[in-house]
């Protein structure tokens, strides 16, 4: 991995889950943008991770994100449907 660091940044994050989601751009209810940065600033800060622990966080972040949008767009179509 020469050369190559995984970013944790919050935008790259928010930009990869909507594309893994087909364009999403609504990712649900809920306050999750301030504690995703309090998150992200403890992991740089303090986790000392590795590259590989890096990309384990990354994915991590990145799957709840993605499971949480597409949850909120299946309820937003069955309350269209009703």
Sequence with gaps: MSG???SL???ALLEEARERSGGLTDLGTG???DPLK????????EGRLNPIGRIIAR???LGHTD???QRH????QRAGER
Excluded: H, V, W
């Design 73 to 76: 767009q299946s309820q937003q």
């Design 4 to 6: 190559y660091e995984t």
């Design 38 to 45: 309090k998150l992200l600033a403890s992991l740089e800060s």
């Design 59 to 61: 994915e991590r972040i």
């Design 67 to 69: 499971d949480g949008g």
């Design 31 to 33: 306050p999750f943008i």
């Design 9 to 11: 940044d919050l935008q």
